[in-house]
């Protein structure tokens, strides 16, 4: 095959050298001022024949010399030949495993790839090509499939799976079944039909050919499944893995689900490939791994023309549905021999076991007519090979209406930590040597999702994988370190590793009895000693700082022991785990680390032994609560006479903190996918990828707002006008023709104009209608209120002079919906995400902002610019260990702000008892926040009120000054506090500011009274982010990792600002929208801000987020230097 060798990259010399493709390549078509002309020779006998005849080794070679830009694709016309065609297939191949743009070329010559694209579909279905070039275009056509967001691709590939293949289902009546359960299919049918009808013979031929191309691909597939007479067993193999992942594709996706899945269904696809000699043969796990992925797709609980997921008491009443169907046939027409199935119960039908057991009456031929009568397919083409016997027709019956268990309970069932089964299971090693020959047996991440579950589930199995790969690798390489050997009968280690101690048998402390449901225990703990005498100070220290809910593992090293505990072709898998001498591994969970004399190492002071933290004894004492279900089975695989697995435990391996967090976000992935959280109902299918991301913009939403207080964004007017370029700028008729800032813009905008309703047929997404292009902004301002006499008063202003894209930005963000924010390094990104944190802060004191992040070091740096703005600390939060690093005077932990909180308390209180001394009221009224509170309602707001009562009575200057009662206290102010020149207003405004500031003390000594309250550090804690803090700021894996216990306690916010959006993962962008719970918990959320760094030498993200958001007409900010 194409990629025997897709490891062995071209180097320098290969490009530049004598080699006979780089010397080509100079010939032909690099460096050349003129368009090459394709000649037939070069391509037949210079670039074909060689390439065949070394197995097709050098395609990158010949990607990386521009060979399908610069040479093929230009020179290509009808008229080229299958060699031609059949190398840009392969190039564009070569392109996707690369990770490298592949359709933007082929934009060019958008004509020529629709004969391109034909030329591919004919040769697939020509049987007269081998096998191993078919497998090259299908893989093709894949791609394809999984580039839908590209125009000239999606007009390809739409009309091969639209309603016209149901002219290929097995009767009329079927596809009438199918055609009555909604109106709009039918339409779709007669439109279809109308269309065909309407057409020139070579159109109409086209038409045949698109409707029955699946189908007749679908055919042959089912004989290569059935061929055992194939020349070439391998590339036969390999043709039909990459089918089945073509099907799983179009089950996957709802644009090719939606009349795809009836045609399979039809086909009975799965049962005539489970029953196919190809997937009984035990060497193909990898088919049988495909399949099962077919087989969660074309049962997804998933409605396929609407995409409305079904609840489980709907998918229950589908299947009980169909077993009514079935119960009434078989009374109808096998009364004697089916009595027993007619008057059974659904349960006792819902068992394949079960189900077989009442269908064994039937004849042969009466379980064809059974089929028949029911609606399956029971008709082939004569010259297939598919076995139509008993067993087949049993098989469709047996499928068809066994219970099936929903996603959910699928991943309610797989375990979120590894034993060696998993970590050893012969996919995870399958996909470790993963390099493009063979398909992978996983959900893939695309563009399009068919439900939020699907998503969910596809991100739980992805990140499973990926993080007990990491696991093995780590055990494996903490073994080896170890340096095991056999010593009699048993295991003797020479080396050393930090990252492990051996240990003796774990001795069971307690096994709980089961939940009800449940057939495991529901707590088993059990103790391990540690010998940590020997270690230095700073690994003791390590092994001692494990905290609760750290994951280590219990691992089984025995080496020269060859027997296998794999099955289902994974001798691969128990080679490698003997090959590192591993042979069980159990996951455990500490509960708490205790010295030798039993008592908890935390509560015990530490010494200082050369400057490193020590404690006492050699020993430690580790009380760990092990996996209940892998327990369960050790048990019951112990009652059956073989060896009990904890007695061959031999060693405790720990890992890296950072890396050690899958277990809390697999159980939030988990808890999400069953709790069926949605998104917010304006997001929804924008995140799904059925919608325009642009629908989800303030431009389109119908609760834009019309009127935003800019406060600090502009500097000043002529910062305004360069703003605001192409929109006509009007001050205030009140007001001089500039004015400086604050500002308050109110936009109105043209009513959108009616898109012209289209002849054409209907497409499969409907285009949302133009934004409203704004036409003129009204400026006004207002004067702000005076905060107080003192220099820290002053508010703290923003002095970074934005772009007009970064207003634009700064605009579109403090709006409700969605803004995307893409750019290099450097180019301000943090800036406006400060501006918009500023803006939504002061616009909107009801609402809350959560910040996430990637990493901390961006977080950090977002949170000092925010605090160098006009925002109150009290209200800043940071959760997790990043806090640390923040080069600030104040802490933003979590417990850091409850101790800044009484901090600030005190500095409030002694301004209190100083502010009493100065009005001579008597008593400790700054003895708490209790007191001052009495304080404030007893005297400081009555004299307020009776001064400001005297001064709106129209009081004098002099009297204003004279009658202030508060002349004592503000004395340490600068002076003099009321100028001699200054007129009454501006006097008032003193005396305002004077109380806007003991209004700011003895709130902020109100928000501190239930810390007073509250007596443990956990109840302060959880007060402070749900009741008091506005701007939370949290890593995405804080947030993942915390999810259902910040749910839990009632959290609520409003906007959400994502920084690195780019450097997460889909499902680490996914749950921070998931924090809260609660029926409006989404469609509360207000805004969303999503940041994108990427640098102009990367061509890909590890998230495809931005990807799906520009995939059509998302408006994004993109900055440059």
């Given at each position: 095959?194409?990629?025997?060798?897709?490891?062995?990259?071209?180097?320098?010399?290969?490009?530049?050298?004598?080699?006979?493709?780089?010397?080509?390549?100079?010939?032909?078509?690099?460096?050349?001022?003129?368009?090459?002309?394709?000649?037939?020779?070069?391509?037949?006998?210079?670039?074909?024949?060689?390439?065949?005849?070394?197995?097709?080794?050098?395609?990158?070679?010949?990607?990386?010399?521009?060979?399908?830009?610069?040479?093929?694709?230009?020179?290509?016309?009808?008229?080229?030949?299958?060699?031609?065609?059949?190398?840009?297939?392969?190039?564009?191949?070569?392109?996707?495993?690369?990770?490298?743009?592949?359709?933007?070329?082929?934009?060019?010559?958008?004509?020529?790839?629709?004969?391109?694209?034909?030329?591919?579909?004919?040769?697939?279905?020509?049987?007269?090509?081998?096998?191993?070039?078919?497998?090259?275009?299908?893989?093709?056509?894949?791609?394809?499939?999984?580039?839908?967001?590209?125009?000239?691709?999606?007009?390809?590939?739409?009309?091969?799976?639209?309603?016209?293949?149901?002219?290929?289902?097995?009767?009329?009546?079927?596809?009438?079944?199918?055609?009555?359960?909604?109106?709009?299919?039918?339409?779709?049918?007669?439109?279809?039909?109308?269309?065909?009808?309407?057409?020139?013979?070579?159109?109409?031929?086209?038409?045949?050919?698109?409707?029955?191309?699946?189908?007749?691909?679908?055919?042959?597939?089912?004989?290569?499944?059935?061929?055992?007479?194939?020349?070439?067993?391998?590339?036969?193999?390999?043709?039909?893995?990459?089918?089945?992942?073509?099907?799983?594709?179009?089950?996957?996706?709802?644009?090719?689900?939606?009349?795809?899945?009836?045609?399979?269904?039809?086909?009975?696809?799965?049962?005539?490939?489970?029953?196919?000699?190809?997937?009984?043969?035990?060497?193909?796990?990898?088919?049988?791994?495909?399949?099962?992925?077919?087989?969660?797709?074309?049962?997804?609980?998933?409605?396929?023309?609407?995409?409305?997921?079904?609840?489980?008491?709907?998918f229950d009443q589908q299947h009980h549905a169909a077993l009514t169907k079935l119960q009434r046939i078989s009374f109808k027409h096998f009364q004697d021999k089916l009595r027993i199935l007619v008057l059974a119960n659904f349960a006792s039908l819902a068992t394949r076991e079960d189900l077989q057991g009442h269908l064994g009456s039937l004849s042969d031929d009466e379980v064809t007519e059974l089929c028949r009568l029911l609606g399956f397919r029971t008709d082939y083409p004569s010259s297939t090979l598919v076995t139509r016997d008993r067993t087949f027709y049993m098989e469709?019956?047996?499928?068809?209406?066994?219970?099936?268990?929903?996603?959910?309970?699928?991943?309610?069932?797989?375990?979120?930590?590894?034993?060696?089964?998993?970590?050893?299971?012969?996919?995870?090693?399958?996909?470790?040597?993963?390099?493009?020959?063979?398909?992978?047996?996983?959900?893939?991440?695309?563009?399009?999702?068919?439900?939020?579950?699907?998503?969910?589930?596809?991100?739980?199995?992805?990140?499973?994988?990926?993080?007990?790969?990491?696991?093995?690798?780590?055990?494996?390489?903490?073994?080896?370190?170890?340096?095991?050997?056999?010593?009699?009968?048993?295991?003797?280690?020479?080396?050393?590793?930090?990252?492990?101690?051996?240990?003796?048998?774990?001795?069971?402390?307690?096994?709980?009895?089961?939940?009800?449901?449940?057939?495991?225990?529901?707590?088993?703990?059990?103790?391990?000693?540690?010998?940590?005498?020997?270690?230095?100070?700073?690994?003791?220290?390590?092994?001692?700082?494990?905290?609760?809910?750290?994951?280590?593992?219990?691992?089984?090293?025995?080496?020269?022991?060859?027997?296998?505990?794999?099955?289902?072709?994974?001798?691969?898998?128990?080679?490698?785990?003997?090959?590192?001498?591993?042979?069980?591994?159990?996951?455990?969970?500490?509960?708490?680390?205790?010295?030798?004399?039993?008592?908890?190492?935390?509560?015990?002071?530490?010494?200082?032994?050369?400057?490193?933290?020590?404690?006492?004894?050699?020993?430690?004492?580790?009380?760990?609560?092990?996996?209940?279900?892998?327990?369960?089975?050790?048990?019951?695989?112990?009652?059956?006479?073989?060896?009990?697995?904890?007695?061959?435990?031999?060693?405790?391996?720990?890992?890296?903190?950072?890396?050690?967090?899958?277990?809390?976000?697999?159980?939030?992935?988990?808890?999400?996918?069953?709790?069926?959280?949605?998104?917010?109902?304006?997001?929804?299918?924008?995140?799904?990828?059925?919608?325009?991301?642009?629908?989800?913009?303030?431009?389109?939403?119908?609760?834009?707002?019309?009127?935003?207080?800019?406060?600090?964004?502009?500097?000043?007017?002529?910062?305004?006008?360069?703003?605001?370029?192409?929109?006509?700028?009007?001050?205030?008729?009140?007001?001089?023709?500039?004015?400086?800032?604050?500002?308050?813009?109110?936009?109105?905008?043209?009513?959108?104009?009616?898109?012209?309703?289209?002849?054409?047929?209907?497409?499969?997404?409907?285009?949302?209608?133009?934004?409203?292009?704004?036409?003129?902004?009204?400026?006004?301002?207002?004067?702000?209120?005076?905060?107080?006499?003192?220099?820290?008063?002053?508010?703290?202003?923003?002095?970074?002079?934005?772009?007009?894209?970064q207003i634009e930005a700064i605009t579109s963000g403090t709006q409700p919906g969605l803004t995307v924010i893409v750019g290099p390094p450097g180019t301000g990104k943090t800036d406006v995400a400060t501006q918009i944190i500023n803006n939504i802060y002061h616009n909107f004191p009801e609402q809350r902002t959560l910040l996430v992040a990637h990493s901390n070091q961006a977080l950090n740096q977002l949170f000092q610019k925010i605090t160098a703005l006009d925002i109150d600390e009290r209200h800043l939060l940071r959760l997790g260990h990043g806090e640390e690093e923040l080069?600030?005077?104040?802490?933003?932990?979590?417990?850091?702000?409850?101790?800044?909180?009484?901090?600030?308390?005190?500095?409030?209180?002694?301004?209190?008892?100083?502010?009493?001394?100065?009005?001579?009221?008597?008593?400790?009224?700054?003895?708490?926040?209790?007191?001052?509170?009495?304080?404030?309602?007893?005297?400081?707001?009555?004299?307020?009120?009776?001064?400001?009562?005297?001064?709106?009575?129209?009081?004098?200057?002099?009297?204003?000054?004279?009658?202030?009662?508060?002349?004592?206290?503000?004395?340490?102010?600068?002076?003099?506090?009321?100028?001699?020149?200054?007129?009454?207003?501006?006097?008032?405004?003193?005396?305002?500011?004077?109380?806007?500031?003991?209004?700011?003390?003895?709130?902020?000594?109100?928000?501190?009274?239930?810390?007073?309250?509250?007596?443990?550090?956990?109840?302060?804690?959880?007060?402070?982010?749900?009741?008091?803090?506005?701007?939370?700021?949290?890593?995405?894996?804080?947030?993942?990792?915390?999810?259902?216990?910040i749910a839990d306690l009632g959290f609520r916010y409003d906007n959400i600002i994502m920084e690195e959006a780019a450097q997460v993962t889909e499902i680490e962008n996914f749950i921070p929208l998931a924090l809260q719970t609660g029926p409006l918990s989404f469609d509360s959320l207000v805004t969303i801000t999503c940041l994108f760094t990427i640098s102009r030498h990367e061509e890909q993200c590890q998230s495809q987020t931005l990807e799906q958001l520009q995939s059509t007409k998302m408006t994004s900010f993109i900055y440059d230097d």
């Amino acid at each position: 095959m194409a990629d025997v060798q897709a490891n062995s990259r071209p180097t320098v010399d290969d490009l530049t050298g004598d080699n006979h493709y780089a010397q080509l390549a100079r010939k032909h078509w690099l460096n050349k001022t003129k368009q090459p002309k394709v000649q037939r020779d070069v391509i037949e006998k210079e670039l074909w024949a060689p390439l065949e005849q070394e197995d097709f080794s050098s395609l990158l070679l010949l990607e990386q010399l521009q060979l399908l830009e610069l040479y093929l694709w230009p020179g290509y016309t009808d008229d080229a030949s299958n060699h031609h065609v059949l190398l840009l297939a392969m190039l564009v191949n070569v392109k996707r495993r690369e990770g490298r743009a592949i359709w933007d070329c082929f934009q060019q010559q958008s004509d020529n790839f629709s004969s391109l694209f034909r030329r591919v579909l004919s040769m697939t279905i020509d049987t007269s090509i081998a096998t191993t070039l078919r497998t090259h275009l299908l893989t093709f056509i894949i791609i394809a499939y999984q580039s839908l967001d590209s125009g000239i691709v999606r007009k390809e590939c739409a009309p091969l799976v639209n309603i016209a293949v149901w002219h290929n289902l097995h009767s009329d009546e079927a596809r009438d079944g199918h055609l009555e359960k909604a109106v709009q299919l039918q339409k779709a049918w007669r439109a279809a039909n109308k269309r065909y009808e309407g057409s020139d013979a070579p159109t109409q031929a086209r038409l045949r050919f698109e409707r029955s191309w699946l189908y007749s691909l679908t055919l042959d597939f089912f004989d290569r499944l059935y061929d055992t007479t194939a020349k070439s067993r391998s590339d036969n193999v390999l043709y039909c893995e990459r089918f089945v992942e073509l099907l799983s594709d179009l089950q996957s996706q709802l644009p090719t689900r939606r009349f795809v899945n009836t045609l399979l269904q039809d086909l009975n696809t799965l049962s005539v490939i489970k029953l196919s000699p190809m997937y009984a043969d035990e060497d193909n796990a990898l088919l049988r791994d495909l399949y099962n992925l077919l087989q969660h797709y074309t049962n997804f609980p998933i409605e396929d023309h609407s995409g409305r997921q079904y609840t489980p008491l709907e998918f229950d009443q589908q299947h009980h549905a169909a077993l009514t169907k079935l119960q009434r046939i078989s009374f109808k027409h096998f009364q004697d021999k089916l009595r027993i199935l007619v008057l059974a119960n659904f349960a006792s039908l819902a068992t394949r076991e079960d189900l077989q057991g009442h269908l064994g009456s039937l004849s042969d031929d009466e379980v064809t007519e059974l089929c028949r009568l029911l609606g399956f397919r029971t008709d082939y083409p004569s010259s297939t090979l598919v076995t139509r016997d008993r067993t087949f027709y049993m098989e469709i019956l047996l499928s068809a209406h066994e219970s099936l268990p929903m996603y959910q309970q699928t991943m309610q069932n797989m375990a979120v930590v590894p034993t060696e089964t998993t970590i050893y299971d012969s996919a995870f090693v399958r996909n470790e040597s993963y390099n493009g020959t063979r398909p992978l047996a996983i959900p893939k991440l695309n563009l399009q999702y068919l439900t939020m579950g699907d998503f969910l589930w596809r991100s739980f199995v992805l990140y499973r994988a990926e993080a007990f790969y990491q696991i093995r690798k780590d055990i494996e390489d903490t073994v080896k370190r170890l340096q095991p050997r056999k010593a009699g009968p048993a295991t003797k280690f020479d080396g050393f590793s930090k990252m492990a101690i051996p240990i003796t048998k774990p001795a069971v402390i307690d096994v709980a009895p089961a939940k009800v449901s449940e057939l495991h225990p529901s707590k088993v703990e059990v103790e391990v000693t540690l010998d940590v005498g020997r270690l230095g100070p700073n690994i003791r220290k390590d092994w001692e700082s494990l905290r609760s809910g750290d994951i280590v593992f219990l691992v089984s090293v025995q080496v020269g022991d060859t027997t296998s505990v794999f099955s289902n072709g994974g001798s691969e898998s128990a080679d490698l785990a003997d090959r590192h001498g591993v042979k069980h591994v159990r996951s455990a969970e500490v509960i708490q680390v205790f010295d030798e004399n039993g008592r908890m190492l935390r509560d015990q002071p530490q010494a200082q032994t050369n400057g490193a933290a020590s404690r006492g004894g050699r020993q430690r004492r580790l009380l760990l609560r092990l996996d209940p279900v892998a327990y369960q089975q050790d048990k019951e695989r112990t009652d059956k006479g073989k060896p009990d697995i904890l007695e061959s435990i031999n060693l405790l391996v720990r890992r890296q903190g950072r890396e050690n967090n899958f277990k809390p976000i697999l159980d939030s992935i988990k808890h999400l996918a069953l709790s069926d959280v949605p998104a917010p109902q304006w997001l929804q299918e924008v995140f799904l990828g059925y919608s325009d991301p642009a629908a989800a913009t303030y431009q389109r939403l119908p609760n834009r707002l019309n009127s935003i207080d800019y406060r600090d964004t502009f500097l000043d007017w002529q910062h305004l006008i360069e703003s605001l370029p192409g929109k006509t700028v009007e001050p205030d008729a009140n007001l001089n023709s500039s004015f400086p800032p604050p500002y308050v813009l109110e936009t109105s905008a043209a009513p959108p104009t009616e898109a012209r309703p289209s002849k054409r047929r209907k497409r499969e997404q409907i285009e949302a209608a133009p934004a409203p292009a704004a036409e003129s902004v009204k400026v006004g301002t207002y004067k702000p209120a005076n905060p107080g006499p003192y220099p820290v008063d002053a508010p703290k202003l923003n002095g970074v002079r934005f772009t007009p894209t970064q207003i634009e930005a700064i605009t579109s963000g403090t709006q409700p919906g969605l803004t995307v924010i893409v750019g290099p390094p450097g180019t301000g990104k943090t800036d406006v995400a400060t501006q918009i944190i500023n803006n939504i802060y002061h616009n909107f004191p009801e609402q809350r902002t959560l910040l996430v992040a990637h990493s901390n070091q961006a977080l950090n740096q977002l949170f000092q610019k925010i605090t160098a703005l006009d925002i109150d600390e009290r209200h800043l939060l940071r959760l997790g260990h990043g806090e640390e690093e923040l080069e600030t005077e104040a802490s933003y932990s979590k417990h850091g702000r409850v101790e800044s909180f009484m901090e600030n308390a005190a500095i409030h209180l002694h301004e209190v008892t100083r502010l009493a001394a100065s009005i001579s009221a008597p008593g400790a009224h700054g003895s708490t926040c209790e007191t001052a509170d009495y304080f404030n309602q007893v005297y400081v707001k009555p004299a307020w009120t009776k001064y400001w009562d005297a001064v709106n009575a129209g009081a004098e200057p002099q009297a204003i000054i004279d009658t202030f009662p508060f002349h004592a206290y503000f004395s340490n102010a600068p002076q003099p506090l009321f100028p001699a020149t200054a007129s009454r207003e501006e006097l008032v405004d003193v005396a305002s500011g004077c109380n806007n500031h003991l209004n700011h003390i003895f709130a902020s000594l109100a928000d501190t009274r239930p810390f007073e309250i509250l007596r443990t550090a956990r109840d302060k804690a959880n007060y402070l982010l749900i009741k008091e803090a506005r701007i939370i700021a949290m890593t995405s894996t804080h947030a993942a990792m915390r999810r259902q216990e910040i749910a839990d306690l009632g959290f609520r916010y409003d906007n959400i600002i994502m920084e690195e959006a780019a450097q997460v993962t889909e499902i680490e962008n996914f749950i921070p929208l998931a924090l809260q719970t609660g029926p409006l918990s989404f469609d509360s959320l207000v805004t969303i801000t999503c940041l994108f760094t990427i640098s102009r030498h990367e061509e890909q993200c590890q998230s495809q987020t931005l990807e799906q958001l520009q995939s059509t007409k998302m408006t994004s900010f993109i900055y440059d230097d």
